[in-house]
Structures are given as structure tokens and as C-alpha cells.
């Protein structure tokens, strides 16, 4: 059948009957996967387990990164020197849903534009409040 090592998996050691069904179906919990040929005959496959989730990174600009980090950080009245990233969430810097609603109410201000409730609702990162602004602010300007 199979041989593994590790989380590599030789395909040419499989038969092909189980090449797609039993190998590729057959792998839950894996997300990423990676295809090299090792030896002239025998191209192997490495499967990686990756967080759940899907994340997109979208292209706000560092610098509106970097304003969005100094409202949240003002709005919420972080001690100096709290660390705030694009990763951080507003639950982990400790912002319950009011919170989270001024700080959208201080991005608004700052920028310039409106953010639809419903979009406000599903901002839980810096990064995700920086490209929600970033695209309105693109948006109003066209």
C-alpha cells in the first residue's frame, strides 16, 4: 500500500486505484499540500496540517495598518506600550461589542467614511478593520 514517513506519501509506491479515491479523499484534517519529484521515478506528495480557517490577506496599505492600530489602541485606552498588530483581535486586546463600535465610530471620524452596520459587525482584527477601510476610503474616491 502507502508508504509514510513522517507527512510525505510516495505515490508511486501506491496502487492506482487508491492514487485519487483513498488517498486524496481519504484525508481529512490536512489543508495544504505540496508536490515534488524526489528521484526520477518516484514523485512524492507532502500533506501539512494547517489552521482551520481561511484567511485572506488584502492589500491595505501599511500605513493605514499603522493609523488603524493607533485609533484602536486611543479608543480603547491601551496602556503604552501595548503591542497591536494587523494580527490582533479586539478580544484579545480586551474590547467587548461596545468597544468594537466606537472604535469603528473613531475609524469613521478619522477617515472619512461610513461603515454599513453589518460590515462593522464582522470586523474582529486590526487587518480586517484596515481593509474594510482601506476599500471604503478607494470606494469613495471613484
Do not use: W
Amino acid at each position: 500500500m502507502a508508504s509514510i514517513t513522517g507527512v510525505g506519501i510516495s505515490i508511486a509506491t501506491l496502487p492506482a486505484s487508491y492514487r485519487k479515491s483513498q488517498v486524496l479523499n481519504g484525508v481529512s484534517g490536512l489543508r495544504l499540500a505540496s508536490f515534488s519529484r524526489q528521484r526520477k521515478n518516484f514523485p512524492s506528495v507532502r500533506l501539512q496540517s494547517a489552521p482551520m480557517g481561511f484567511h485572506v490577506s488584502c492589500a491595505a496599505k501599511p500605513e493605514t495598518v499603522g493609523k488603524v492600530c493607533d485609533i484602536v489602541k486611543s479608543q480603547l485606552a491601551l496602556p503604552a506600550g501595548t503591542s497591536v498588530t494587523g494580527e490582533s483581535t479586539f478580544a484579545a486586546l480586551g474590547a467587548d461589542s461596545l468597544d468594537t463600535v466606537e472604535v469603528v465610530m473613531g475609524l469613521e471620524e478619522a477617515f472619512g467614511v461610513s461603515v454599513e452596520e453589518d460590515s462593522a459587525q464582522n470586523i474582529t482584527t486590526v487587518q480586517e478593520a484596515a481593509d474594510l477601510i482601506e476599500k471604503l476610503v478607494e470606494a469613495k474616491s471613484t
